[in-house]
Structure formats: C-alpha cells, structure tokens
C-alpha cells in the first residue's frame, strides 16, 4: 500500500509560480512511476505530467510544456511539480498518482495508475 499527500497548492495570479510536492510513504518509492493530473469543476481528470521509475524518463501535457517542470527526489520519497508562467485555465485541483506497474507509453493514463492522493486545490486569478 502507498499513502500519497499533496500539498502547495494555492491562490496565485496569472504568471505567478507555484511548487507542489506529493510525499509518499509505503513502499519502495523509488520503484514507482509518478504522474500528476488536474480536474476542473465540471471537467474530467486531465494528465498533466509524469517521471518514470528507473531512469526517470518526463512527459508532459502539451498544455504545460514549457511551464511546469516535473522532478522527483527518491531519497525524500518525494515528487514535485513546479508551475512557472501560471494561467488562469490552470485552476483545478491537482493530484498525485503512482503506479508500480504502468509502462513508460501509459504515463497520461490516469486509468494506468494504482494509487492516488487526495489533490490539492490551485487557483490562478486574471
């Protein structure tokens, strides 16, 4: 089992920044491939970024690329999203996801992934 805890996540204006961090506890960290995605209200669950286990490969949402940078620190069990150039079409709640056995080609699958945290809530004001 692994527990995932959002946290970072705010009210901003437009071009402002923001880190989120995803603590997981449980096992092996490491061997986890960490994914974050994002939901509007009234808007389905949307793949934002992702870092594969092992050599780490990124992926990220055409939306993003450019903007936001996903990084993971598997000494502090970690993942991080740092949001740059914020948008207001950026507000949504944020979540993290892990999966042990996704491969690197499903990373934007949120269906792909076995464990989620609870989210946490970003809002980019005009």
């Known amino acids: 089992q692994v527990q995932l805890v959002e946290s970072g996540g705010g009210l901003v204006q437009a071009g402002d920044s923001l880190r989120l961090s995803c603590a997981a506890s449980?096992?092996?960290?490491?061997?986890?491939?960490m994914g974050w995605f994002r939901q509007a209200p009234g808007k389905e669950r949307e793949f934002v970024a992702a870092v594969s286990r092992g050599i780490g490969r990124t992926s990220y949402a055409d939306s993003v690329k450019g903007r936001f940078t996903i990084s993971r620190d598997n000494a502090k069990n970690t993942v991080y999203l740092e949001m740059n150039s914020l948008k207001p079409e950026d507000t949504a709640a944020y979540y993290c996801?892990?999966?042990?056995?996704?491969?690197?080609?499903?990373?934007?699958?949120?269906?792909?992934?076995?464990?989620w945290g609870q989210g946490t809530q970003v809002t980019v004001s005009s």
């Open positions: 996801a892990a999966s042990f056995r996704i491969a690197d080609i499903h990373l934007s699958d949120p269906y792909q992934y076995e464990y």
């Open positions: 449980g096992r092996a960290f490491s061997m986890f491939s």
